[in-house]
DNA sequence: AACCTGGCTTGTGAATTGCATAGTTAGGTG
DNA sequence: CACCTAACTATGCAATTCACAAGCCAGGTT
């Protein structure tokens, strides 16, 4: 069993590269309030240093050493921008693999705006033809599936 | 921006019922290495204690511990079963909230598959016609969508 | 009754996270 | 040059998480 390897991990040792579950990884990176938070603001668009505080309202530290972190787990990069009369700043963008975690944003997204009482959930549309996006779990002929319709090895 | 209320709230007040982030809710719940191992076990399928721990090779104590607040949470119940020669002991199975979980188990799963070097992936596959199963963005229409694709109010 | 033991409960310590706060740095302008 | 200030860096603190280990409890059997 693949998996119980991740255990055989300690936890002070969660970097180690011997590290085989995708999921223990994944949360690695943005298992964090902060970061989860900041990966959503950057896929919803949000560039800018004092934007990404002001929308997570998270501390200018905790936003510094976090997207410092994201940058180096090659999520997001910095970009130059200089607006008339101010020095040059630096905003963030996602890269390939920070976009790849849309799917993971989402859903997580729609189980608190379902499940939990008093959340504002955000909205999202296809920009093209208009209608509702969110994250589905189907097979590759398109099957949208239950927890029990799917099989595990 | 309504976004902004969860960081009004700090960090020590995040149980507050003002919490207003899906997000930030969801990973209220589930934002911990051990729940969402758990919830990755008990959406594969694991059911008893034992399997609970060594598939996640946390400790007994954090599974106890943790099982519990999952409970508590209504994402898990424990369901009484005895095995013949034994003491009745108890399993835990899915809530709708908990079977609720599948995508983000699966996209965070898919994440780290795809961009977490060395990691091993579970296959995932149809019961009824054998494709291979995932979590994936769309919209109502079906079109699959790419991050820039997406509208957000 | 005694015994066994699975599933906890409890306590300790290390590591991490994020808040609050003070201070620093560097890219501009005048 | 001085000044301004956005974006950090550094520090102290509290809370949380999890590993480790000891101990407890309760449902069975004998």
């Known amino acids: 069993m693949a998996f119980a390897l991740s255990g055989v991990m300690r936890r002070r040792a ?10 223990d990884r994944t949360m690695q990176v943005v298992g964090t309030r902060s ?3 900041l990966m ?14 002001a929308r997570t309202g ?3 530290a905790v936003v510094a050493s976090r997207l410092r972190a994201l940058v180096v787990a090659d999520l997001l990069v910095r970009e130059p921008y200089q607006e008339p009369g101010q020095r040059t700043r630096h905003g ?7 976009r790849d975690l849309m799917p993971a944003v989402l859903s997580l997204g729609q189980w608190g705006a ?6 504002i959930a955000r909205q999202f549309s296809h920009a093209d033809c208009g209608e509702p996006v969110r994250a589905v779990v189907e097979c590759a002929a ?3 599936l239950a927890v029990e319709e799917i099989t595990v090895e």
Chains 1, 2 share one sequence.
């Open 58 to 60: 998270l501390t200018e």
């Open 40 to 53: 959503r603001e950057a896929l919803f668009g949000t560039f800018k240093f004092d934007d990404f505080v």
């Open 92 to 98: 963030y963008t996602l890269t390939d693999s920070g």
């Open 142 to 144: 398109h099957h949208r």
């Open 35 to 37: 970061a989860i938070l």
């Open 14 to 23: 969660r970097t180690s590269p011997g590290d085989r579950c995708p999921i």
């Open 114 to 119: 379902k499940h939990a009482p008093g959340t």
